[in-house]
T-cell receptor
Framework: NAGVTQTPKFQVLKTGQSMTLQCAQDMNHEYMSWYRQDPGMGLRLIHYSVGAGITDQGEVPNGYNVSRSTTEDFPLRLLSAAPSQTSVYFC?????????????FGPGTRLLVL | EDQVTQSPEALRLQEGESSSLNCSYTVSGLRGLFWYRQDPGKGPEFLFTLYSAGEEKEKERLKATLTKKESFLHITAPKPEDSATYLCAVVHYGGSQGNLIFGKGTKLSVKP
């Protein structure tokens, strides 16, 4: 099992550019989520999904879109990048049911917006 | 407001000097409390899940305990390789399914 994988590892964007952060898991988990991590702020939830075709907003969703067409993949789209979106992004997954709340994280994508 | 607070923010220990990290939470109905370890430039690595007050989990030099208001991560005779940031997070019944609320972490440094 590869667990949770994320690509790219590092990306530099210019303000206004768009991009997609990829996330995939091979554990057949129903629940997937995206977090951003900023110094002094801790991990904050952006969007999450409880299964294919179902997504919802987290604490800091503005400027980001998600979709979930398969159980395995949960891409995060930045529509028009802003310097405030410079951060480290983590994808996570879990079984989602009672007793399966433990989330497993990917290695992260470091994003710099100039 | 649902909140998770970790203390101290940073902790420096000598190798072999045991200590504890604290995670206090104010949520309506705890469903689970989680401890993660995060090394620089890496994603959080799962350590423990605790579900009910009085529960304890152990792994090598680490032991996690849970009360109704807080959790402790006890580190016994730490080694330099235990240096990392330790994150605490909770899931509660009042929140959306499975969503974690994280504390800001405790950065642990263990000197040889």
């Amino acid at each position: 099992n590869a667990g949770v994988t994320q690509t790219p590892k590092f990306q530099v964007l210019k303000t206004g550019q768009s991009m997609t952060l990829q996330c995939a898991q091979d554990m057949n988990h129903e629940y997937m989520s995206w977090y951003r991590q900023d110094p002094g702020m801790g991990l904050r939830l952006i969007h999450y999904s409880v299964g294919a075709g179902i997504t919802d907003q987290g604490e800091v969703p503005n400027g980001y879109n998600v979709s979930r067409s398969t159980t395995e993949d949960f891409p995060l789209r930045l529509l028009s990048a802003a310097p405030s979106q410079t951060s480290v992004y983590f994808c996570a997954s879990s079984g989602g049911g009672w007793g399966q709340e433990t989330q497993y994280f990917g290695p992260g994508t470091r994003l710099l917006v100039l | 407001e649902d909140q998770v607070t970790q203390s101290p923010e940073a902790l420096r220990l000598q190798e072999g000097e045991s200590s504890s990290l604290n995670c206090s939470y104010t949520v309506s109905g705890l469903r689970g409390l989680f401890w993660y370890r995060q090394d620089p430039g890496k994603g959080p690595e799962f350590l423990f899940t605790l579900y009910s007050a009085g529960e304890e989990k152990e792994k090598e030099r680490l032991k996690a305990t849970l009360t109704k208001k807080e959790s402790f991560l006890h580190i016994t005779a730490p080694k330099p390789e235990d240096s990392a940031t330790y994150l605490c997070a909770v899931v509660h019944y009042g929140g959306s399914q499975g969503n974690l609320i994280f504390g800001k972490g405790t950065k642990l440094s263990v000197k040889p």
